[in-house]
């Protein structure tokens, strides 16, 4: 009989499957729906082992909701707009475009040499025109809504790099690429709106039992809502304001100091014309250069400068200084704080440092107030003292009472306040989808009409390190005529964060040929939401957060039903060698494409499956890899030796051994346990070894009973089913098996297996008990116990020790299934 050669079947049915549309599906009213997506790759070039987990896991999903009934939507696409392609561009030569449909043309070969069950006729890619049209369609509809604006602001700026940054991109104060320091620097940019959401993107992660918990508090903590009130202070001797946000305004009374950012727009203002203003200004140049993380670090010294100017506290007319500070950040809040040293460790250090005042106003509810200097600022609750009309409140009570008394003069609300920022979106690159707004010395900014999108990304621009956009110096992209009065404009040359590309792309495949819109509103409500979302942690923040931002602002734009776009979410684990991650500077990198070209597609899935439960980390063996192996050459093997045979046997299933009934007990046992593991938990690790353990049930039904009375009725049932539940895992090596064992149609289009409740009641039989050959006992024990098995339950029963009591156990005969005999001797 043939051996197990992957290298012809894989390749055959990844053929037959794609010939005969296996995976394509339309919706179906008549079936229930479920949308398994995994995350879209970046096409870099080649998968590695993190896509190979990825994807092994979204196809046992969608393969096990397909034999369940599901009409099932499984589709794939790229992530294609980004950096690297531009970075390819500068050091290479290679225009993005290409680099980057060669990478994709790449990539998806090596998806379809893993047989995942994609439906490839929707396949986007996030960098043709008739996706990124509907970007900037969608862009459009933000701005219509007025989510999308245009601001001055301070932004990370690498200037090695020529670049703005995110946040995420800064790591500790430099370029998380080439690692130079870091700067700030002032640049017109599009927003979106996104912190008019802060609150219903944080209220609505109540409505997501199924993601992981970890995930929610990551949200939760960048949302970062904090409640309080704002402080309005009065600056003396003229008629500005600085409010400032507190979260204690318990604590107004302890106030000895107000600190502006050194960005704030007073700070000028303030210094204009004063011995303060020289200083001032060389302090808020050093500023620039430091992270806003840099800035607020605890571990960090708190470095200030005084303004010369005084504010006027609101509730009791004292006069404090007003001074400047690294660790008061612009976007935050007010930009703009109330010190106080006395309750709060960062103003405390501060205030040590320069030699500012301490009061307190708070102190401890069973102890009175501490003698002498603090050692450290008292951040716990407890009374207040020392303020005024609230002295002998509790604080908590405080900070209502005084919010209250604020507002009654006018100098003050409660507030609440986000951590959230509004979502910058211009990049200063030409890979990207063009902003599609037009600038005209008459009209000013003019949206470009929905008729005339698609903007193209112009072909062959120059690439020049200047830090601006290359479609800067592409006249015939920058000059147009403005839409409104017809006269000379210029376009925006800067491209979408490629953010904006994925916060959709899972709307685009319900509907992905669609020539007039960005998605058909039948068929989004058809399949949305996602039933199954699969991907790394690493997207736990910025990309779910955006997705969810845009589902939010395309329901209230009428254009979707639903509110959250993901109902499931489940976060996969690292792939791990030697103990680290794999990467390139490690140098320990296994190549997906190198084991499947070894191994097989089926033996890199089931290893990737085996090794760990989705979300732990997975260590790489080889060895485990080479048992994989084995073990889907056992199951070929297996098949193999009875295939002709069980096509030949005919009449219907009769139990008619114990041997019989141990191998229909373990079939349906195995049913169950995979059933349970696959649907209930992703415990695909011991549906596997489930698996294996009825593989080597049938070798044992095989090597034990004679050949002339097995049952090949029996054995045929058993190997159908067991290729039907291992199909999932391995698609490839079970469609060849199925149509060995006669099998008409696909395995991936069979039904899932059911158990027998029945067939799981373990049969019993009554053994009796001789001592010394006389019957003494009997008892009841499952059919089929091992003579040990039988000998120590007979041993250890106590009717029977007590009958042997002061006798020694000489030998026992065990005849399995009917009797036992001990032999004993005083
Ligand atoms: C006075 C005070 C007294 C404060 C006290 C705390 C304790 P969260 O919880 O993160 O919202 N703060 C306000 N705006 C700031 C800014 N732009 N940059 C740096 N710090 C700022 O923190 C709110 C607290 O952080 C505010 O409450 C303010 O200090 C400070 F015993 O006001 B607090
Ligand atoms: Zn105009």
Known sequence: EARYNFKEIEPKWQRRWEASDLYRVTEDPDKPKFYCLEMFPYPSGNLHMGHVRNYSIGDVVARVKRMRGYNVLHPMGWDAFGLPAENAAIHRGIPPAEWTWSNIA???????????????????????????????????QMYKHGLAYRKKAAVNWCPSCATVLANEQVVDGACERCHTPVMRKDLEQWFFRITDYADRLLEDLKKLPGWPDKVKIMQENW????????????VEGSGEEIPVFTTRPDTLYGVTYLVLAPEHPLVEKLTAGTPYE???????????YLSALDRTATEKEKEGLFTGAYAINPVNNERVPIWIANYVLMEYGTGAVMGVPAHDQRDFEFARKYELPVKVVIRPASSELPAGELAAAYVEDGIMVNSGPFNGLPNREGIQKVTEYLESIGRGRARVNYRLRDWLISRQRYWGAPIPMIYCDQCGIVPVPEEDLPVILPEGVEFRPTGESPLTYCPEFVNTTCPRCGGPAR???????????????????????????????????YWMNVDQYIGGVEHAILHLMYARFFTKALH?????GVEEPFQNLLTQGMVLKDGSKMSKSKGNIVSPEEIINRYGADTARLFILFAAPPERDLEWSDQGVEGCYRFLNRVWRLVGSYADAVRRAGGSLEIRSHADRELWRLLHATIKKVTEDVEERFNFNTAISAIMELVNGCYRYQ??????????????????????????????????????????????????????????????????IQING???????VPAGLAREKIEELVLNRDKVAALLAGQQVVKVIVVPDKLVNVVARR
């Open 491 to 525: 376009r925006e040359t800067d491209t979408m964060d490629t953010f904006v590309c994925s916060s959709w792309y899972f709307l685009r495949y319900t509907s992905p040929h669609s020539q007039d819109r960005a998605f058909e509103r039948d068929k989004v409500d």
């Open 223 to 234: 949302i970062g809502k904090s409640s309080g009130a704002e402080v309005v202070f009065r």
């Open 703 to 768: 090597d034990t009973v004679p050949e002339e009375e097995q049952n090949l009725v029996l054995m045929g049932e058993v190997l159908r089913k067991l290729v039907t539940l291992l199909a999932p895992f391995a698609p490839h090596i079970t469609e060849e098996l199925w149509q060995g064992l006669g099998g008409q149609e696909s395995v991936h289009r069979e039904s899932w297996p059911q158990y027998d409740p029945e067939a799981l009641v373990e049969e019993e039989i009554t053994l009796v």
């Open 278 to 288: 020289g200083p001032v200004e060389e302090f808020v140049q050093a500023a620039r």
């Open 774 to 780: 006389k019957v003494k006992d009997r008892m009841q």
């Open 106 to 140: 790449n990539m998806r070969r090596q998806l379809h040499a893993m047989g995942i069950s994609y439906d490839w006729d929707r396949e986007v890619a996030t960098c043709h025109p008739n996706y990124y049209r509907w970007t900037q369609w969608l862009f459009l």
């Open 556 to 560: 209230d734009f009428g254009l979707v």
